[in-house]
């Protein structure tokens, strides 16, 4: 099982960028997929989720309204659009499995594989 995350880059304040997460050795299914982000000197936050069967999704506070996690099945490929994107944004980010649907999905302890992360820089 692995969980590969791509689409970071640098990107200037106000652009945006779209982050793939692609499982290897399951299918997405009955999963849910988080994506995380870990920004130098801090902790590993949560950022959203999707449970792909039914498309349930949940979001943090601070990416609200400006983030989009969506799902392609035919794909098995988990997605994560960000817009209006802030440099506070700046961070590894890391996509997650988690079995089943989870209302906890912010808790790390949820998730037993994590995707390598892939750097978003947002900067000027």
């Known amino acids: 099982v692995q969980l590969q995350a791509s689409g970071g880059g640098l990107v200037q304040p106000g652009g945006s960028l779209r982050l793939s997460c692609a499982p290897s050795g399951f299918t997405l299914d009955d999963h849910t997929i988080g994506w995380f982000r870990q920004a130098p000197g801090k902790e590993r936050e949560g950022v959203s989720s999707i449970y792909v069967r039914d498309g349930t999704t949940y979001y943090s506070d601070s990416v609200k309204g400006r983030f989009t996690v969506s799902r392609d099945n035919a794909k098995n490929t988990v997605y994560l659009q960000m817009n209006s994107l802030k440099a506070e944004d700046t961070a590894v980010y890391y996509c997650?499995?988690?079995?089943?649907?989870?209302?906890?999905?912010?808790?790390?302890?949820?998730?037993?594989?994590w995707g390598q992360g892939t750097l978003v820089t947002v900067s000027s």
């Open positions: 997650a499995r988690a079995i089943g649907l989870t209302g906890l999905w912010m808790l790390l302890s949820e998730y037993d594989y």
